[in-house]
């Protein structure tokens, strides 16, 4: 399955269900962080199944959080792809830490 038919799928079943209303959102956010508790978790203890199972929930999520929100997943995914592309910056610790993060220091 194309990824963006993925998310149609994902937000017809969304609006199914009634979870693109704009007044669940904060609940979506709780949401979201019980669901990045549990990848975490996963990550922890070496459970690649769950690893995954994880990443595509965090997605559906986000994916009903911006409906909710009144925005686009795939127009929210450009912006922060247009912000990095030509990031420049250096691995640190396992981190890639930005330039504009390492002049400040």
Known sequence: MIY?????????????RGLDRPSNSSKQLIKLMEEVGELSAAYNKG?????IDSIGDIQIVLIILC???GLGYQMSLDEAYKQIKYRKGKMINGSFVKDEDLEAD
Request: charged content about 30%; cysteine-free.
């Open 67 to 69: 409906m909710q929100l």
């Open 47 to 51: 459970q690649r199944n769950k690893v």
């Open 4 to 16: 963006m038919d993925t998310v149609s799928e994902v937000e017809h079943w969304a609006r199914a």
